[in-house]
């Protein structure tokens, strides 16, 4: 049983940072490619960042230089370090295991106010 489980969203002003954490829990957690995707209200569900289990990384262009995301494999959890946050940025994060097709945690929600 796979199980991902989000925390560290909230609320903030433009300008500052939040990290979000997944924990994950099961088959494959550590062979399998995990990633962080924002849904905006009304919005599809959109890619921001993806980490392989080699560490190579790869973010969708308009987090590059704002967003790392990183795993750490001793503790099963991947971060997702989110500095000089955007209105644009508000939605609820949710972290995948294994791509679309995968596993989906419940999500964490992140507002950024102007």
């Known amino acids: 049983q796979v199980q991902l489980v989000e925390s560290g969203g909230g609320q903030v002003q433009a300008g500052e940072r939040l990290t979000l954490s997944c924990i994950l829990s099961g088959s494959f957690i550590s062979t399998a490619v995990v990633g962080w995707y924002r849904q905006a209200a009304g919005n599809h569900r959109d890619f921001v960042a993806e980490?392989?289990?080699?560490?190579?990384?790869d973010y969708t262009d308009h987090v590059k230089g704002r967003f790392t995301i990183s795993r750490d494999n001793a503790k099963n959890t991947v971060y997702l370090q989110m500095n000089s946050l955007k209105p644009e940025d508000t939605g609820v994060y949710y972290c995948?295991?294994?791509?679309?097709?995968?596993?989906w945690g419940q999500g964490t929600q992140v507002t950024v106010s102007s």
């Open positions: 995948n295991l294994g791509g679309r097709a995968g596993f």
């Open positions: 980490i392989f289990n080699d560490g190579r990384t």
